[in-house]
């Protein structure tokens, strides 16, 4: 029988990999959710099957939180979902906590191995429980979004971390409860000092963190009570858990230590004029994903493509994009470029066909049913104020109104301003985008994703 | 115990390895199908409420086991409606 | 409030200052529009189109007299301002620098007269620049009148017959004619090597393609757009430079013009004698006096060492479909632009920017500051 | 071995049979090149130009004489073939379908004539085929030309005074001339349709860029790299399919030939009719009776409705040089390939297949299989 | 001191992992090896600290045997290399196959579980040593390199199977050691029949496969003596052999299935013609990994890239070859394409430099210093038959001499004939490789390879 | 016994995930320098030849450390040699 059951543990454990292999990958996201959760049934009836149990307080509690899982799952809204995820994973954390302590309550001297194992289950199975608390409390607005930032606030860490250790000692030596106790208390605190000062825009990352962390925790209570599975699954976890989480930070183009620790806040893109919002980067993988699903595009050249003669890339993406089932256009502004007809010479020359060339007038009226447009160093001709600002020197000139549509990716090097030397509006948008680097570069860089 | 350490740096290197490029997209389910896995800790807490003596066991051992049935059962499903409503958008077009 | 526009009196021009497009745009703004008979023939439209876009075919004198708005391309001749009623408007080309009399002889009439190359170049002015509009479709007409002229073709080919050489261009002067005169020789295949006193402009001809020459000059600045005018060692050491290039083409077009002034003369005779036989200058600002030392304006001259030196005076003219289609859009826009919509009428308002910079005389005065002194 | 190059003597011939850089490689090949006076002029050459690749300029009737090859661009004057010396090969376009009488000299004078456009158009042939090196230039300069005559321009311009729309070209017949159109025409920034009876020859023009018009005409063969000739049904189907496309196109260029028999006509009036005022149509099968039907060899009409039809018998001619460069090359190219280095004379094997292909007369007799009968 | 050996095994093992993984990749590849080579190091240090060990033999046989590798490995020639591998492979083989042996030797009564691992590390180890044998022979030409086949063999080798079987049946219920010597000869016999029925050509895909058996053999020895390291280094070797020899199968447009039972033989390209040599397909990332050494690079557009429109792709490869410094020139056939100059109209559209253009005769006579020729849709213009083969019809026609550049690559779709629709010896030549597909799809590939 | 197995799927596991695209230049390198890491059967082979009892085991151990270290060493010093002329090529340019 103990046989069957480690088997079935290694059973469980490929599954758990194949589903986390699978669920990199968009395509087999979803399969792999459920292979995933397959491994965990059938860890779940190994484990019943150990002799000696008493099923009377395992069927209440499994029933007790499969209906509460169950019907929290259903319920909530769509937008909810990522501070449920967050709930979910403390849920996690607290339970690999309980797990560690049970253990010492039920044989209280442990060997210093297993001593280590449980203060290891009970520390991060803390920081996890109420970290993922206050990531829940940040993301549903029960709580300021804000950076909360105290004097001192890294000494107290740096304090509380010594007493773990220490406390660490103790009871790894001498078993004795209270240790256990402070232990307890001291991770919770730490958890909860560990989120707050993080603003609520890295979220996201933090709950992968917080997520690879109820791994270990898992695996913790594995090396507690010595079962292999936990320590897979939960290792498993951990260690992409914490590539995810570097993963997003790349995304956002930001370190993972930056966001833990760094300056907190929203960054404001230095344009040298107060704006409302702020400029959000983006990289080509995220504009692919929405590219891939887009249903009409319309490209908006303007002196920046003739720069990075990015003619050919964008027409070798447009067909792309086509062929993919979107309808493309170019809207093409009468002024883009630095001579008249700048962006006829280009598109031409790429051969993209005139059927595809919009002009401005025709463009805007339709401009809100447009899922994505992408502006190729175009500025002026699509800058907000020469409709919305009166001060504006552009004001009354007719634009293309990108701002309408759905969502806007701008490629631009930088910050550089137009040939107006105009700050633009529209990068500050929520619904904008900034793909940064060199119009061709990042064209190219799009074409490739959609290729591989 | 060492080979369990083996097991534990084995893991570790495999998930590491398995998440290579993740798109954006697939980021927060991702998050949450692997967050249900960390639930695994269920098992820890059924051999608890299960097969530890003593009270005070069975009851944090109960609780563990309450908790990290929400964190699994709510976890996959949550992924999976995720997933879903990703998949129905991609079936689209 | 009636818009005339006349048959343009210079028999070289081709173009006309409303297109039946134009025109019934204009009508549809609420405003009655009047055609001289034959205005659009050179630019093939017949009257009837004019007819059809909503416009009247009106007599010359009568028209003249009775219109609130004239609009023309070229200047008018001085005998017919006078025609003109009081406070009426004339939209055209007024050459202004040159023409104080004619100026003087608006200011006497009492008519608000408009000169379309004094207006403001802005972002927001672009719709009614005509020296924009014309420019681009100059610099398109010059490269083509080049090609059909030369003996050579313009791009390369391998052949098995032997390789034809791409033909070399030199553009002078990368404005907006300049920059349209690279599309078109590049998009020919043509090499090109352009240069301009504004650096910005080397990155502008680089993003057509063409290979910029780049003469260190010192420092160098630009106001408004247009170019400043250079000190006696700029120029020398830039006449040298071109003076290499200029040897080595085929084809050198120039389109160096400078505000208010007489365009500067960057190919002189020294330069010329060392072209080749059988290439080709195409001076763009063969009106103003021409970049060219030697070139006549409106005419086309040949060398002793067989270098042609083309001096027209109206390469836009040459395209004068789309010319005439551009320019009437600069026009209706304009007019557009100040409409009052309730009383159809088009006030002049001093203190806009726009008006400011283009009008010359209103309200029987001289009120241009450049003007004035 | 001496090779005489005549001036042409159609006074519209610009072009002519050698240039210098010809004269020079066949001086290098060890024979005695002789050039009348004036040859080159119109192509851009002077007799010094000649005399320095190592010519010797050299007085007509003498030369003509003397000569042991004679090259040029035209078929000769009747009264010149009997002044040639017995033996002598004559090089040129010979018109052999049409010029009966010609040849028939050339056998009694018992002169080789070669004619050019009866080469086999084999791959390996292609050095010396004249017809594809000057079919390509003509296929430039037809478009050139056109552009230049066109009251609009090629490209579509978004500008701030509107949109300009591109030209629409039409071509038909998609062999070397054709082909080039197509990409002249394309590079100016011109919409391109295509048509031609051989299917293989649209994809061709695709690989251009241009839009290949697609008609379903049943069963047409190509040979030898020429089109057959097709049936009255087919012609009539693809007239009308034809016509509708004319009637949408700014400028028709026709280019289709049939081997050794008149042009089809390919553009009826009726589809004339239905062109739009100021199109135009440029026929360059026009010397052989043209694709269009009422057009003037040579001449240039226009239509009631305004369509102008141009029926130049020689547009490679408007590129002289380079046209000159090409067939010099072509000339140069198969004294070459004939050339026997020890005697340095031009043996003429009856049974290599290029000679075969395109030795009309020899040795006192019309040796064509062609024209034997 | 056990924890301690245990402690370095697992170091050991982190190091193999890394090893390999930077192995994967050309420029941690040397640091790989050492990388792992240290861990075999502590691997060998820590077995070496077991108590109780007699260390004479070990050293004596430490020494012969690393004198010997050594010596072997300083000696041979460059070429030899790979023969050397498969040897010194099917000496891992071996050695896995008597650590088997003289475990049972040594403890003549074990468990079914232990048993079966025996057998499994005799006959994979046997397997692997006779099979590498043979493959080294036929490597370094002391055995015909071409595929052995006699009828039968097909039911021979089902025979032996069956019989390997049962016989092990016999030994993990009897103990029995006939059973044991006759399992040693039939895995060695084994060996050599599996590996005889392969073509030459065919071998390095054959090595790879039978370092992954030495792998699962050492895997097997593992489970023999219970030895962690040695399970998680053999299985690491397994499983990234098998890979590796699927990789290499692809690269070479086989599966692995069909080069390990398929028909063997060289295949000959369905050309209809009798032409000497093979059409040898490549892919476009072994291209990348010769031109991104190459220093001079040969374009040779024709018709076919022109139907492709792939001139603005290969202006892009073209760019960022001459940017990794290579010596670019586009060599234009003056009949390539389908009209006069039809190859400079859509150079001169994708603005390739006039200057990098060069007609046929200047780029004849260095053609012999190319590194390498690409051709992109040309034929007829690259046919060497035009200057070799007197009977051609295309015989004196001036060709581009890519055949002489150091390596050619030809870019085409397939088997396809050219405007005079003659076949061309070109592809067929030892120095030549098809890069099949569209040009332009061919060309992007390349660029993505540069880019990543 | 079951520890060991999973240990053994893990390392499997990781094994392919490690071999991702692999340039083919360097296939044999690869192929060499695991082949060097198959030679941890030298491990084997030294309890073999060290610790096992009897005669024969430790005959047997002799020879499998012999070709155990030959394995080793050898495949380690080629792969060095192949990887050191690879190198220098690309350092060339
Ligand atoms: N069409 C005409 O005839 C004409 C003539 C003269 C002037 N203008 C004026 O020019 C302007 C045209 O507007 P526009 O929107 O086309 O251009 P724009 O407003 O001048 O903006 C160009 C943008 O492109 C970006 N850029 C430059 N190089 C780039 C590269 N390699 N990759 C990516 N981005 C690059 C620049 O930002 P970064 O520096 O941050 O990259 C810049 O913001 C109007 O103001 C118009 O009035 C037009
Ligand atoms: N230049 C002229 O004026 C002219 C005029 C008429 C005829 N020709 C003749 O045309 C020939 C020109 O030689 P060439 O070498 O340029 O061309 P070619 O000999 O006709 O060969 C073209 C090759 O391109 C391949 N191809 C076609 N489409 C492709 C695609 N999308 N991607 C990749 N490969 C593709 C074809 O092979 P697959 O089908 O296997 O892909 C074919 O073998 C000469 O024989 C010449 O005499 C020339
Ligand atoms: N605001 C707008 O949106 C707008 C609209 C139209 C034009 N412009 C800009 O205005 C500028 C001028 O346009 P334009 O074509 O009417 O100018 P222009 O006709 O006055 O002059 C043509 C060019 O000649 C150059 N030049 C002058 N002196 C020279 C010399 N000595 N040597 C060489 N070059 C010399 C000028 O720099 C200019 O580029 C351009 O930069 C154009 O982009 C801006
Ligand atoms: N062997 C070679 O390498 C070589 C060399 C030169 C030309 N060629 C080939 O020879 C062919 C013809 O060349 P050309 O330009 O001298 O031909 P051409 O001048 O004889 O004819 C021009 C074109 O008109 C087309 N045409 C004829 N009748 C037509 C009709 N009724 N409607 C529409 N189109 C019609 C022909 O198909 C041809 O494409 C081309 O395919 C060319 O590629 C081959």
Sequence with gaps: MDLLINFAYIVASILFIFGIKMLGSADTARRGNQISSLGMLIAVVAVLLTSGMNYTWIIAGLAIGAVIGAVTAKRVQMTGMPELVALFNGFGGLASLLVGWAEYAARPEPSAETGAAVILAILIGGITFTGSLIAYLKLSGKMGGNATLFGGQKALNALIALAIVGLGFVFVTTHAPWALYALIALSLLLGVLAVIPIGGGDMPVVIAILNSFSGLAASAAGFVIQNNVLIVAGCLVGASGLILSIIMCKAMNRTLGNVLFGSFGAATGNTGQAVEGEMKAATAEDAYYVLEAAQSVVFVPGYGMAVAQAQHAVKELAQILESNGAEVRFAIHPVAGRMPGHMNVLLAEADVPYEQLAEMDDVNPIMSTVDVAIVIGANDVVNPAAVEDESSPIYGMPIIKVYEAKTVYALKRGQGAGFSGLVNTLFFRENTRMLYGDAKDTITTLVTQFKD | ?93 | MKIFAPKETDSDETRAALDPIGTKKLSDLGTNVLIESGTGESSGHSDEDYRQAGAEIADRNTALAEADVIVRVRKPPAEEVTKLKKGAIHISFLDPFNEADLIESFANAGTTAISLEMLPRTTLAQKMDALSSQANLAGYASVILAASRMKTILPMMMTPAGTISPAKFFILGIGVAGLQAIATAKRLGARVTAFDVRPEALEQAESLGAKALRIDLGETKSEGGYAKEMTPEQIKIQIDAQAKVCSQSDVVITTAKVFGRKPPVLIKKGAIDQMQNGSFIVDLAAEGGGNVEGVVAGEEITTDNGVTIIGLTNYEGLVPQNATQVYSSNITNMVEHFLDEESKTFPIDLEDELLKGCVITHDGKIVHERFTS
């Design chain 2, 1 to 93: 115990m060492v080979l369990l350490l083996f097991i534990f740096v084995l893991a570790g290197f495999l998930g590491f390895e398995l998440i290579q490029r993740v798109p954006s997209q697939l980021h927060t389910p991702l998050m949450s199908g692997s967050n249900a896995i960390s639930g695994i800790t269920i098992v820890g807490a059924i051999l608890a409420s299960g097969a530890i003596e003593g009270q005070m066991g069975i009851i944090l051992g109960f609780i563990a086991l309450i908790l990290a049935t929400v964190n699994v059962v709510g976890g996959y499903m949550v992924t999976d409606r995720m997933l879903a409503m990703f998949h129905s958008k991609k079936g689209d077009k």
